[in-house]
């Protein structure tokens, strides 16, 4: 052996040095990226002095994102395993009366009753869940129906037990408890009134911050959103996740628990859409039955311009969170600009559009020779 | 515990689907460092009997003995875990995902404790890298997407993960359908390998320049059916061919052939 193929051996003749934003480009994410970041400096130039950057302003934009962000962490994974949930939307408002309905007329500890609702929607994402992998039906049409069940649900449940359609008065009971913190408090609540009593931050009149904290419900966001792109990425069951959504029928072969798999992050969507619901309860002080509304296909849409593929085994937690930031971003700053709100959903039809065209030129790239 | 001759024994295995008999009283024995090659027409039913073996289908009548003992397999991880690991003939490989993500797919190796266990992305990439290389494979970057790899690539992939893992049995569906001749060879020396290290292998394969010479027990089956089991010392490589192709079909092809070159010679 010639000391030339010994090199060779090390340094493969038929590799062609790619740039390294071809490298990038292979990542589900980048679209979302490059959206967010374009986005960024669209209002930067054109809303600028409309205070979207301020404080308060990035605080609103982030509220925003935060709370389609939970919905698209629970849609984005279970789309990489290849299914949907139209459903989340109308567990939102179902959710909310889990919650609301104990606590105001049965007269339950608040804790008891969050805990009702989390594992009450869980249990019914389960079922969606286990009627999708049983029968084998698309889990579009399954969640469908979900979708009608459970806003029908909601709506006779809480006429027939309340005579009302809108529960309210939670706030006498949660006001002050622990789990009102956890879910509609602030963090680093001491750090804001210390800038504010320096004048570096605007406050009201009485010297208290506009802006309290950071709140929970965009911590709740980025800690999801860590939690579940390390499970995604660095674990088992990411791994499980990825093969169940590329090839069903691999998957089943090598001995991956797939209907186990699908049905937990059915509960796993569940779970998003409650906790959603509970913030937006313990915020408000009151669930209605209408709340969540079309939630699903923005969730769908933050997930699809953040690089997953409709077809499943491909995408991205952190992509879908860039999505769930667009979406705020935009929604808010045209709402600075005093922008008509319809011009958001033409906006949001063509990021759609464009998304998914971008992504199946990506998936082309991936899975055809180059 | 009985300890059995055999590790892989079929009584009167069958296998229905719905009205489709696929297979149908299969007794079959497989030795210890073994090749037993099944042999077969095109839907004789060998993919759906290996399928049977690897804990995909369970078998619909008969028993399936493992070391003498009645197994009952729920899923291909029940086997797996049994120490049989198979090839299928669709490789059973995602597109979208990596090399080394594949290769560890259903077995993903881990470090760190409790919930924080993680998949050894590392390690990993190390054992599916040589691992094909030892199939005379070299991935250019194991964390890039098989999509774009060859189909004889592929298939080494394939096989080289159910080396990795196939403790005992080794059940490989035409695993030299795609290959090309050096890639073919590197199989069959895998096989021989692997008989040497007391492996069982069963083995599909058309090609009987690749089945007589590793092989040392022949299984042919027809429509579903067992038409018998012979050891090499008991057939010969024509004999074997004539299994392969159906015996009276190639006489009848010849016939057919010299027809056609009569009817050839007469026009000119
Ligand atoms: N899941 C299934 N449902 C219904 N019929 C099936 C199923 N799997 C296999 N069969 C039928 O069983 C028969 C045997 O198929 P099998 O795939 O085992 O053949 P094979 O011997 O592997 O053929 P080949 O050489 O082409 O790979 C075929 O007629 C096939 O149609
Ligand atoms: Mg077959």
């Known amino acids: 052996m010639t000391s030339n193929s010994v090199a060779h051996a090390n340094k493969d003749e038929r590799v062609r040095k790619e740039s390294a934003i071809k490298g990038l480009l292979n990542r589900p994410e980048l679209g979302a990226l490059a959206g967010a970041i374009l986005v960024f400096i669209f209002f930067g130039i054109f809303a600028g002095d409309t205070g979207i950057y301020s404080l308060e302003g990035t605080i609103s934009w982030l509220v925003f994102s935060a709370q389609l962000g939970i919905l698209a962490i629970g849609a984005c994974l279970l789309m990489i395993a290849g299914e949907f949930d139209l459903s989340i939307g ?48 698309p889990s579009f049409i399954v969640s469908l129906a979900f979708l009608f069940i459970l806003r029908g649900l909601t709506i006779g449940i809480a006429s027939w037990l309340t005579n009302r359609t809108i529960v309210g008065g939670i706030g006498e009971f949660s006001d002050g408890t622990f789990i009102s913190w956890l879910f509609s408090g602030h963090i680093l609540t001491g750090l804001f009134t210390w800038a504010a009593n320096s004048g570096w931050i605007e406050t009201y009149k009485d010297g208290s911050p506009v802006v309290p904290g950071i709140p929970m419900l965009v911590v709740w966001w980025i800690g999801l959103g860590i939690v579940s792109s390390w499970v995604l990425l660095k674990t088992r069951i990411g791994n499980w996740i990825f093969a169940v959504g590329g090839d069903l029928n691999a998957a089943k072969n090598v001995g991956i628990p797939t209907a186990r798999l699908k049905i937990a992050l059915f509960m796993f969507t569940a779970f998003c859409a409650c906790l959603f619901a509970t913030i937006q309860v313990m915020e408000f ?72 065209i971008f992504n199946n030129y990506v998936r082309k790239r991936i899975t055809e020779a180059k | 515990m009985s300890k059995s001759e055999f590790v892989i024994e079929l009584k009167k295995v069958s296998r229905f689907f719905g009205s489709v008999i696929a297979i149908k009283d299969i007794d079959m024995v497989v030795k210890q460092g073994e090749c037993h090659c099944l042999l077969g027409d095109n839907g004789a039913g060998k993919s759906t009997l290996i399928k049977t073996l690897a804990g995909v289908h369970k078998p619909s009548e008969g028993e399936y003995l493992i070391d003498g003992e009645p197994v009952n397999f729920d899923s291909p991880k029940d086997a797996l875990d049994a120490g049989i690991a198979t090839v299928y003939q669709d490789l059973a490989l995602v597109s979208l995902m990596s090399v080394t993500r594949n290769f560890f797919m259903g077995r993903e190796i881990q470090k760190g404790w409790g919930p924080f266990k993680q998949f050894d992305i590392e390690k990993a990439n190390e054992i599916a890298r040589q691992g094909l290389a030892d199939m005379g494979i070299n991935v250019r970057n194991p964390s890039q997407a098989i999509g774009t790899m060859s189909g004889g690539e592929r298939q080494s992939l394939a096989i080289a993960r159910a080396i990795h893992f196939g403790a005992r049995v080794l059940i490989l569906d035409e695993p030299t359908a795609a290959l090309g001749v050096k890639q073919s060879a590197n199989v069959l020396k895998v096989i021989a390998k692997a008989k040497a290290r007391g492996l069982a292998v069963i083995l599909i394969t058309h090609n009987v320049h690749h089945a007589y010479p590793i092989a040392d027990r022949f299984t042919l089956l027809n429509r579903g059916q067992s038409l018998g089991s012979y050891l090499k010392s008991e057939v010969t490589r024509e004999q074997v061919l004539e299994m392969m192709a159906g015996g009276a079909e190639l006489e009848q092809l010849e016939a057919d052939l010299a027809e056609f070159t009569r009817v050839d010679k007469e026009a000119s």
């Open chain 1, 285 to 356: 002080g009151s669930a209605s039955a209408d709340r969540g509304l079309l939630k699903e296909f923005e969730a769908i849409i933050a997930a699809v311009i953040g690089g997953t593929l409709l077809t499943g085994g491909y995408g991205a937690i952190l992509g879908a969170c860039f999505g769930a930031l667009i979406f705020g971003i935009v929604s808010v700053g045209l709402n600075f600009m005093g922008v008509d709100s319809s011009w958001f959903r033409v906006f949001l039809g063509l990021m759609l559009l464009i998304a998914v």
């Open chain 1, 90 to 137: 109308s567990m939102i408002g179902f959710a909310g009366m889990l919650l609301a309905i104990p606590t105001v007329y049965w007269g339950w500890p608040i804790e008891m009753a969050v805990l009702f609702a989390f594992v009450g929607s869980m249990l019914l994402g389960g079922i969606n869940g286990l009627i999708v992998v049983r029968t084998g039906l």
